[in-house]
């Protein structure tokens, strides 16, 4: 089992950006595939971004696509969330998750084992 607790969420302006840290502890950081996940009200929880154990390869959904930044550092067992030119639509509740399976295996909820309590990025217009 690992561990996480997300930070740096918070309340921002159309355009502005934000960048999110998700901590973790127990078994070995580098041993996780990471995922960030957001889900906004009366909506299903999505894959915004994920990275490899390694960091060298990453996942991001279309609509965070050249917009958003997932990156880790396996020293400081972290990953990030940078998200820039944020949209009204990107407000939601930001979730960190781990899974032990590689990248590309599944990119549902389902497939991830650990997960943060969350943290709320308001975006207004």
């Known amino acids: 089992q690992v561990q996480l607790v997300e930070s740096g969420g918070g309340l921002v302006q159309t355009g502005d950006s934000l960048r999110l840290s998700c901590a973790a502890s127990g078994r070995t950081f580098s041993y996780y595939t990471m995922g960030w996940f957001r889900q906004a009200p009366g909506k299903e929880r999505e894959l915004v971004a994920a990275?490899?154990?390694?960091?060298?390869?990453?996942y991001y959904a279309d609509s965070v696509k050249g917009r958003f930044t997932i990156s880790r550092d396996n020293a400081k067992n972290t990953v990030y969330l940078q998200m820039n030119s944020l949209k009204p639509e990107d407000t939601a509740v930001y979730y960190c998750?781990?899974?032990?399976?590689?990248?590309?295996?599944?990119?549902?909820?389902?497939?991830?084992?650990?997960w943060g309590q969350g943290t709320q990025v308001t975006v207004s217009s």
């Open positions: 998750a781990a899974k032990t399976r590689p990248l590309n295996s599944d990119y549902v909820p389902s497939a991830y084992d650990n």
């Open positions: 990275i490899s154990r390694s960091g060298a390869n990453t």
